[in-house]
Structure formats: C-alpha cells, structure tokens
C-alpha cells in the first residue's frame, strides 16, 4: 500500500520561512513525478509546484514562483517544498501527490495517491 506523509507546516510570520516534507512508502518513488497542491478555507486545491522523476524539470504556480522551491531526494523516497518570503495567502493545507505523469501533478487530475496534508498558516 502506498503512502505519503506530509510534516513541516506549522505557524509563521509572514516573511518567515518553512520547510515541508513527504515522504512515500510502498512502491518505487524514484519512478514518480510529485507534485504539491494546496487547499486554502472555503476554496478549491491548487496547484503549487511539481517535479519530475529525476529532479530535472520544475513546474511551479505564478503566485510561488520565486519564493518557493521544489526539490526530492530519491535515496530517501522524499520530496520537499522550502517556501520563503511567505505571505498570509499562502495559508492552507498543503497535499503532496504522486502521479504517472508530469501532467497529472501539475494539474491534479487523475492523481494516483495523496497524502493527508499539512496545515501551513502565515499571520499578517
């Protein structure tokens, strides 16, 4: 059975910086692409950032780009998300997800697995 799990997010200034993490179990990780999506109060997911199998490519959001880094370790089937210069609309529950395809973690469709997520909140 295949599992992600999600750590990081906690209570920050904006400005601040946090650090997330997901780590997957139960099958090969270094096949997948990831991606992270969030989910903000009385809103639909969203895209955040996604990467290929190997670390090549990097897709990210227009409202992250610049701030947010997107980034895996394949030896320790984990994929990170270090976000700096947070902002208070960056609030949310942040999703990893593993998919087949690039497009599939960059456009949340047909995603194979997620994880629980992780509540990240920025105060003004």
């Known amino acids: 059975q295949v599992q992600l799990v999600e750590s990081g997010g906690g209570l920050v200034q904006a400005g601040g910086s946090l650090s997330l993490s997901c780590v997957v179990s139960?099958?090969?990780?270094?096949?997948?692409?990831m991606g992270w999506f969030r989910q903000a109060p009385g809103k639909e997911r969203e895209f955040v950032a996604a990467?290929?199998?190997?670390?090549?490519?990097?897709y990210y959001a227009d409202s992250v780009k610049g701030r947010f880094t997107i980034f895996r370790d394949n030896a320790k089937n984990t994929v990170y998300l270090q976000m700096n210069s947070l902002k208070p609309e960056d609030t949310a529950v942040y999703y990893c997800?593993?998919?087949?395809?690039?497009?599939?973690?960059?456009?949340?469709?047909?995603?194979?697995?997620w994880g629980k997520g992780t509540l990240v909140t920025v105060s003004s």
């Open positions: 997800a593993a998919g087949e395809t690039i497009e599939v973690v960059t456009t949340g469709s047909r995603v194979d697995y």
């Open positions: 139960g099958r090969t990780f270094s096949t997948y692409p």
């Open positions: 990467i290929n199998y190997n670390g090549g490519r990097k």
